[in-house]
């Protein structure tokens, strides 16, 4: 499935292939602080962004960077360093309605506050970062 989507004023576009519909929420410190609440994030197979000169990244670890809008602040994806592998945040596309939450990673990090309903795989941090092969 190919999509579209942007930043919040528009300085950065985007045009992504092989869209994957299943979103997973994760609830770990870093992503929380980044968007402000646990983000919800999809995987494209590639992606060819428009406006990139707008794009600044904040190395969030060693193996991961975060990238965002200089212009207005939208944060726009996770990308895994020395990849293609990018996992866009679903509000940046221009039609989330394909999107259906089908997993929780960093579980234990979710605040008391709130619960998203469903009957999906909820992942401890420990148990995803396992599944990704990083210790």
Not at 8 to 16: E, I, M, N
Not at 32 to 49: L, N
Not at 105 to 134: L, N
Request: negative net charge; glycine residues 12%.
């Amino acid at each position: 499935m190919s999509m579209t989507g942007r930043c919040l004023c528009g300085a950065v576009s985007y045009t992504a292939e092989d869209v994957e519909t299943d979103v997973h929420s994760c609830h770990c410190g870093q992503c929380r602080r980044w968007s402000g609440a646990s983000i919800m994030a999809a995987g494209v197979g590639s992606i060819e962004f428009s406006g990139a000169e707008h794009i600044r990244c904040y190395d969030s670890s060693e193996w991961a960077e975060r990238g965002f809008c200089s212009q207005c602040g939208s944060s726009l994806f996770y990308h895994l360093k020395g990849t293609e592998n990018y996992h866009m945040w679903v509000g940046t596309f221009d039609d989330q309605a394909p999107f259906r939450l089908t997993g929780e990673i960093y579980i234990e990090d979710k605040p008391q506050g709130y619960d998203f309903a469903g009957d999906h795989p909820r992942m401890t941090g420990e148990e995803f970062m396992a599944s990704m092969g990083v210790s």
